[in-house]
């Protein structure tokens, strides 16, 4: 199984991007996928997670900035992140819930 992160970036605060995980070698539609986040010094933390059938939930310091979204199809999930600020910069994970696979990390750094 590999999920392989992209779409890190530089930005500046309120600025937006969008990270893509695409992941192959497994049954991605049974699987919940979720987005984590790890800053420096801080625990990795949960942001977005989406079910097989498109549920999608998301840490209290990112509703209504951020959009997680998959197509099963393509075995891809995304995070589309709007309004960012300084706080979201991290190193950002995807993750197939329930197995030991991780994405590489993409880095987000978002200046003020």
């Known amino acids: 199984v590999q999920l392989q992160a992209s779409g890190g970036g530089l930005v500046q605060a309120g600025g937006s991007l969008r990270l893509s995980c695409a992941a192959s070698?497994?049954?991605?539609?049974?699987?919940?996928m979720d987005w984590y986040r790890q800053a420096p010094g801080k625990q990795r933390e949960l942001v977005a997670a989406i079910s097989s059938s498109g549920s999608t939930n998301y840490a209290d310091s990112v509703k209504g900035r951020f959009t997680i979204s998959r197509d099963n199809a393509k075995n891809t999930m995304w995070l589309q992140m709007s309004g960012l600020k300084p706080e979201d910069t991290a190193v950002y994970y995807c993750?197939?819930?329930?197995?030991?696979?991780w994405g590489q990390g993409t880095q987000v750094t978002v200046s003020s």
């Open positions: 993750h197939q819930r329930g197995t030991s696979f």
């Open positions: 070698g497994t049954t991605f539609n049974i699987y919940v």
